[in-house]
């Protein structure tokens, strides 16, 4: 954020961006090149900040944001929302055993969505907050939270381009979307 800290963290380097759309950000001069051990690194103290691992929704996605509800737009837009498991493709959600929970409130302080909450001693998760991301169960030193899955599983797409395209094709829909693909195609015969 310009002109403040992040409350979370003092990392700067947090986001891990692949293939092509790596190539286009070193040409930027806004990237640098690491070493698969420099990535772990970058993951590792994301996960002991607890930041959020968020990669672009596709089976081969082009960057992991590592992220904070104070400096990331998208993660700070679903907090303000309601039921922001509702913006996620997640494909897990966080339980609370109340038989092993010591009410340490460690999750309550790592959830960025506000979902986990101390009630009687004991955390419980919102389910309609939950995006099942696993910062607050990473460090529960009493292991009481767990992630589940879901019974209803995510798909994702093949690749950021379809995911790109499946967007578009749901705001303008399929009928506008098929146009345009055969006016493309016939100005490639001519």
């Known amino acids: ?20 759309s790596a190539q286009h950000y070193l ?12 990535a772990f690194d970058v993951l590792g103290k994301a996960e002991e900040a607890g930041l ?7 089976q081969r996605p082009e960057a992991v944001c590592c992220c904070c509800g104070d400096c990331c737009g998208l993660l700070l837009a679903a907090k303000k929302f309601p039921r922001p498991a509702e913006l996620y493709a997640a494909s897990y959600y966080a339980e609370v055993d109340a038989e092993l929970c010591t009410g340490c409130e460690s999750c309550v302080d790592r959830c960025q969505l506000q979902a986990v909450t101390l009630l009687n001693d004991v955390c419980t998760v919102n389910r309609d907050r939950c995006i099942g991301c696993g910062v607050c169960a990473a460090t529960c030193p009493s292991n009481a939270i767990r992630l589940h899955k879901k019974r209803v599983k995510s ?7 379809i995911l790109y395209r499946n967007i578009l094709s749901q705001k303008v829909g399929k009928r506008h979307m098929l146009k345009l693909g055969v006016k493309r195609l016939v100005g490639l015969q001519v």
């Not at 990392?11 to 891990?16: I, K, Q, V």
């Not at 040409?27 to 420099?38: V, Y």
């Not at 959020?52 to 596709?58: E, I, T």
């Open 52 to 58: 959020v691992l968020q990669p672009v929704n596709s």
């Open 27 to 38: 040409d930027m001069g806004l990237a640098r090149p690491i070493t698969k051990e420099e």
């Open 1 to 20: 954020m310009v002109g403040e800290s992040c409350h979370h963290t003092d990392l700067r380097e947090t986001c891990l961006i692949f293939r092509s």
């Open 155 to 161: 798909l994702l797409p093949k690749s950021t381009g």
